[in-house]
Structures are given as C-alpha cells and as structure tokens.
C-alpha cells in the first residue's frame, strides 16, 4: 500500500452523504450508529475509507471515530456483527456476520495505522480478518474451484460477488500491512488466502456471466436468477479491472471487457433492468425475527 488514503474504489460520497465537511461526517457517523442494534458495520467503515479518500487533515477526525467504532464493537472473536436480521433477498436472522464488513475494516485499519500514528491497529486488522483465514469460519464457502468469502453467511452460499471481491482486498491489505505482535505469521497467511482466492475468483468468475453479456449479482438459488442492478453492473466492472491491476488474469480482462459492451448497449441494459425489476417482484421475504 503506498497511499494510505487511497482505496481500490471510490467511497468518498459515503463520507459526504450528510453534507460536505468533516462535521456533517461526523453528524452522520452519530445517527448511524446511535442505535447498536441498526447499526450497519458496511455503512459505517465506508464512512472511514471515505474520509480517508479526501486527502484532508481535517477529515481525519472523522477517521478516528471510524476506528474507535470498529474498537468498540469488535468481539472477542474480531468479528463485527450484525444486530438486526436481513429484512431481504437472504434468509439470515441476527446477529450475523459479512466477509465485506471484516475486509473493508481491515483495509481501513491498516491505513488508520499510518495516517493516526497508531500501529496498534495493525493487530486490530490481524483480527478482522481471522474469521476469513478460517476454513471452517462461515465467511468461508469451500468450493471444488477453491474459496469463496461470503458477504452474507447464508445456506446455501449466496456467493455475492461484489462483496466477494473487495473482501479479497483487505487480505491484501493486511498482507502488505507492517508487522505488529503477531510478527509476520498473520500477513502470511493473508497472502496466501488472497492469491488462494484470486485463483478461485478466475476460475469461476464465469458463473457470474448472463447469455446477454450482464453479471449475476450472486449465485443463489433464487426463484429467478439475481442479476445486477447497472450500479452493481458498472461496479463489477470496475471490480474486475483493478483485481487485474493487482493480480492479471486474462479472464478478468475478457468478461470486463464483456460486461462492458453490455452496459453500452440499450438493449442489454433495458432486458438487465427489465429482468431485475422482475426479481425485486418474486423475490421471497422472510419474516423479522
């Protein structure tokens, strides 16, 4: 990591969502976590990497609260959990844990420990990330292609891939991250699990392929097949051409470049939306536990 302040995808409107300056980041960092038990770990670590992305000293405050959330709600296990069930799309009742919410902290850490002076929060990184390093974690779907780190913990796995990709990236983070007390067993074993899961995202990245050339959003069993949003489509795309940045892989290139022609083309792009609108329809919802 040569700049602590950048990211592999732009978070900074989550930081300016509530207004433009350090104090409305801070207001909304208030409310979205001023109840425990609707508190998003996702929403809140974002707000961190967001005002880490505005290259501001001023904002770095607002980093600093970032982490003393993370510090405070961290259990024992380094786990961030999620106190409300999933009210959509998945059947997961509370509290339940994100593969997104362990990697994007642990990315936000490692670089909180260089911009605040705090190498402390390397260890605190280490631990974000134990759950993915653990074959056995549910945040960990073992597949014939290899591992799959999963955003939302459900059974059968949802693979998600979004959240499966920037999940990868904070195994990277912390694999390039200093040593601390741990010395350099934990970014080791960080390395080995993201090129273990670079390998398995090449192999099966082709499951996420639709016959009009758009991406899947995940591949769980859903009544209709989940495909992206053109958000999730675009950011699929920029998903594969960094992790190609990081670790090339000419299949990331080609399904990019793929999922590319698709979102230029109104046919595509109308059936994608027509097809996801469909979804949102017959979706099943599971009652609040």
């Not at 590319?260 to 059936?271: I, L």
Request: aromatic content about 8%; charged content about 20%; proline content about 8%.
């Amino acid at each position: 990591m040569d700049d602590p302040h950048a990211y592999f995808f732009d978070l900074r409107a989550k930081a300016t969502a509530a207004g433009p300056t350090p104090a409305d980041a801070s207001g909304l960092l208030r409310r979205v976590t001023a109840t425990p038990l609707r508190a998003n770990p996702v929403d809140v670590v974002q707000i961190g990497l967001g005002a880490l992305q505005q290259r501001d000293v001023d904002w770095l405050h607002v980093v600093a609260e970032v982490v003393a959330w993370v510090e405070r709600t961290m259990d024992e296990e380094g786990l961030l959990p999620y106190r409300f069930p999933m009210r959509h799309t998945y059947p997961l009742a509370a509290p339940w844990h994100s593969s997104l919410a362990q990697g994007e902290a642990a990315s936000l850490l490692v670089r909180a420990a260089e911009v605040l002076g705090r190498p402390d929060l390397c260890e605190l990184a280490d631990r974000a990330i134990a759950s993915l390093l653990d074959p056995g974690s549910e945040l960990v779907a073992l597949t014939r292609d290899g591992p799959v780190l999963q955003e939302y913990p459900t059974r059968p796995p949802a693979h998600v891939l979004n959240g499966w990709v920037t999940s990868l990236w904070g195994l990277l983070d912390v694999a390039g991250s200093p040593s601390d007390s741990s010395g350099a067993t934990v970014p080791a074993a960080a390395a080995e699990a993201f090129e273990a899961g670079v390998a398995t995202l090449a192999a099966r990245i082709g499951l996420y392929r639709t016959p009009i050339g758009w991406s899947r959003y995940d591949l769980y069993p859903h009544p209709l097949a989940n495909v992206a949003s053109p958000t999730y489509h675009r950011l699929h795309i920029g998903h594969l051409r960094t992790m190609n940045e990081l670790a090339p892989h000419d299949v990331f290139v080609e399904i990019a470049d793929e999922w590319e022609r698709a979102a230029a083309s109104f046919v595509a792009r109308s059936f994608a939306v027509t097809r996801k609108a469909a979804f949102r329809l017959s979706r099943p919802r599971w009652l609040r536990r």
